[in-house]
């Protein structure tokens, strides 16, 4: 009798390591494991993820490479629209984990799989995710979620593991880190508090950058293509880049707290020097070529779309909509931003663009103008604060 096919979103830690073996032995699956990288996993890592997959017994393992389609489908968005959760998070994890979990669905069709399963545990946001997206685009797959169903412990996994003679380093690490194109996370004891910070050596990268450097920035329409002098084949390669250069000097470093999908407040870590001058970098350069009213209806649209986002709801067809829009936007979105890295902080000095709507043709701000008389002032005061003057008038 032919084995029924299960795709198992696979990362060789723990819980997906349980999820082989249970998924394998006690259920008589065929397991194909699949890792989507988004950026965070050199070819190293992924070799080792491999080995380790195989040596769980799975039928076969698959790579897929979402860096480019990640950065096209989502992460171009969230520079459009300067998305920072809570004023503070540029969505690093939440915005990879759809992009995984679409990846995972495309495959389990591609394979024809009956069952798609995830290591999620029932406490966190990304269960729901997995879920959701699971159930909008295999809606006949079955989902299969050892750890939520079974509520299993650390320790009764490792036991388990054990039993089935997996070796492996079960020491949990101090810190967990989820590492992507768009910033890394970082978990621990801490984190679990609402008053404790991060110590120096949770970060992943040590801030070693001391030297003031100045920075060159280019966008073209929205998107960086270039630093300093150099043009990067895709926007991915400079994302990439500014974050060797900036991630040194300790630039991006924040804790951020949410609201979590299930309805618990959440606190995590994260290092994300790139995405937060990219982000900072582009709404200066916004700022001097919109309008008031493209900045102001941008900045109401986008914080729907990150929360929407990070809820997971990225396949509700409003996120086409507002992409439409947000992509509308950025036409004249192009220039150079200059920046300055400093030890654990940077600062935006200047843009140029010829689309800079503050150009002194039509006069300087709180100096001279150019373009209209004081009577011309005095007769639109009067007219703009009309209706105000009659409601005031009317309702003394």
């Known amino acids: ?3 029924k096919k299960v795709v198992l979103a696979y990362s060789g830690g723990l819980d997906t390591s349980f999820c082989c073996i249970y998924l394998t032995r006690d259920l008589g699956l065929e397991v194909h494991s699949v890792i989507v990288n988004t950026g965070g996993f050199s070819e190293e890592e992924l070799k080792q993820v491999e080995e380790r997959a195989y040596k769980m017994g799975v039928t076969s393992h698959h ?5 480019e389609n990640f950065y096209n489908t989502c992460i171009r968005f969230l520079i459009y629209g300067n998305v920072l959760k809570n004023n503070t998070y540029p969505l690093s994890v939440s915005a990879e984990r759809v992009s995984q979990a679409t990846a995972i669905a495309n495959y389990a069709k591609e394979i024809g799989a009956e069952y798609v399963a995830h290591g999620s545990t029932g406490a966190g946001n990304d269960q729901v995710r997995f879920d959701m997206i699971f159930n909008i685009l295999v809606p006949n797959v079955q989902i299969l979620t050892p750890i939520r169903d079974l509520k299993l412990s650390r320790e009764e996994e490792i036991e388990y593991l054990k039993k089935h003679g997996v070796e492996m380093n079960f020491d949990k690490a101090r ?12 978990g621990g004891k801490e984190t679990l508090t609402s008053n404790l910070g991060l110590p120096e050596d949770a970060w992943p990268t040590p801030a070693t950058s001391t030297e003031t450097k100045k920075l060159e920035l280019v966008f073209e329409k929205g998107e960086l293509v270039g630093i300093d002098g150099t043009t990067y084949s895709h926007p991915t390669k400079a994302i990439q880049a500014l974050q060797a250069i900036a991630q040194p000097y300790g630039i991006g470093r924040d804790i951020h707290v949410g609201d979590t999908i299930i309805g618990i407040k959440g606190r995590v870590g994260f290092e994300a020097a790139a995405p937060i001058i990219i982000i900072k970098a582009h709404h200066t350069l916004e700022k001097h070529v919109l309008t008031k009213w493209q900045l102001s209806w941008k900045d109401q649209l986008s914080s729907f779309y990150g929360n929407w986002l990070h809820e997971g709801q990225f396949h509700d067809p409003i996120m086409r909509n507002i992409e439409a ?13 200059f920046i300055e890295l400093f030890p654990y902080r940077f600062q935006v000095t200047g843009i140029e663009s010829s689309h800079d709507l503050m150009s002194n043709k039509f006069g300087s701000y709180g100096e001279m103008n150019n373009a209209w008389t004081g009577d011309d002032v005095k007769g639109f005061s009067k007219i703009f604060g009309n209706q105000v003057m009659i409601y005031h008038k009317v309702n003394q």
């Open 1 to 3: 009798m032919m084995k």
């Open 63 to 67: 790579v897929v490479d979402e860096t």
């Open 175 to 186: 810190y967990s880190i989820n590492k992507g194109i768009w910033g890394t996370s970082v």
């Open 325 to 337: 829009f947000l992509s509308d936007t950025q036409h004249n979105v192009s220039g150079k931003v």
